[in-house]
């Protein structure tokens, strides 16, 4: 039996798509009626379904993950990870998706769907885990904090409100990002605050801008932690601080290539645990999704057990 969870609204309604795609390979299979799909409708279902179908399972399953990075995040955050009988297929909806990127250069549905229905291979991935007050949430690529948590919090709202009218979030999606990265860069006050790696190294900065953890290098197609690698049992953590704001743009511009990293006002540190407080309340995301603000965070790799198929 496969099973199926799909987000037909993903990337613009390129879930449904994608959805009658794999219905019509398999009605040309074997495995024509030897399949279970779960529709999600609105936020938080693909958690709920990646939950009911990990409870207490008592035999082998793969849960084929179609949708975006939200989508995949929630799924990753339902499951039960005490389970070892669970295995993730994932086809993103767009082709520059962060966890494409991380494991080939060219997406290929028909050949993603060979690979489902064979015995492909399969790897164990790390993932993060944020806490902050009454909150826990894990992430499959990264968390931020800061800047870039404040973008994505402002694109989410622009696609809520036209989530019914797909010609005019296509007509933002291009430009969005830019433009609310520019007018959050303005508004953008630094803050100070201290971070303590592993329970021992203590950093402090008085000009903090933002902070990402990374289980992989990249982050809405920026190479921001380039040696980042989702098997080492270790996150990335990155963090921008400095009292010019603009060279905040030159390591920006520059993370497009993954040549960021000798800036200055760029640290990168690596780690198995990470306690974060900032003297202001920051935004915060796991995996784009904003989850509020606060002060104090901790973050933790958990080792190898993702199982996921590629």
Request: charge should be positive; glycine fraction near 6%.
């Amino acid at each position: 039996m496969y099973y199926f969870i799909v987000n037909p609204h993903a990337s613009e309604g390129r879930g449904r798509k994608i959805w009658d795609k794999v219905l019509r390979y398999l009605s040309k299979t074997q495995n024509a009626e030897n399949f279970e799909a779960y529709i999600t409708e609105k936020s938080g279902d693909a958690r709920e379904f990646a939950r009911q179908l990990s409870d207490k399972c008592q035999f082998e399953k793969t849960i084929t993950v179609i949708g975006g990075e939200g989508t995949f995040n929630e799924v990753v955050d339902g499951i039960n990870m005490d389970c070892n009988r669970i295995s993730i297929a994932y086809i993103p909806t767009k082709s520059d998706n962060d966890i494409a990127r991380s494991f080939r250069r060219k997406y290929n549905l028909k050949a993603q769907l060979k690979r489902l229905f064979s015995d492909s291979d399969e790897i164990l991935l790390d993932y993060g885990v944020l806490n902050c007050s009454a909150l826990n949430r894990r992430f499959a690529i990264c968390s931020g904090i800061g800047l870039d948590a404040a973008i994505f919090d402002d694109i989410y709202a622009v696609k809520c409100t036209c989530e019914n009218q797909p010609k005019k979030l296509n007509h933002y999606k291009k430009l969005r990002y830019l433009k609310t990265m520019i007018r959050e860069f303005f508004k953008l006050k630094p803050t100070k605050g201290y971070v303590i790696l592993d329970g021992e190294k203590r950093h402090e900065f008085n000009n903090i801008m933002f902070i990402s953890a990374h289980v992989h290098p990249y982050e809405g197609g920026y190479l921001i932690c380039p040696n980042a690698s989702g098997v080492d049992g270790k996150l990335d953590i990155c963090i921008v601080s400095t009292r010019h704001k603009w060279r905040l743009l030159w390591i920006m511009l520059s993370s497009v290539f993954g040549t960021h990293v000798t800036r200055t006002g760029f640290h990168l540190y690596r780690c198995k645990e990470a306690e974060i407080h900032t003297s202001n309340p920051l935004p915060v995301h796991v995996d784009g999704e904003v989850v509020g603000k606060n002060c104090d965070f901790t973050l933790n790799c958990i080792p190898k057990k993702l199982r996921l198929k590629i």
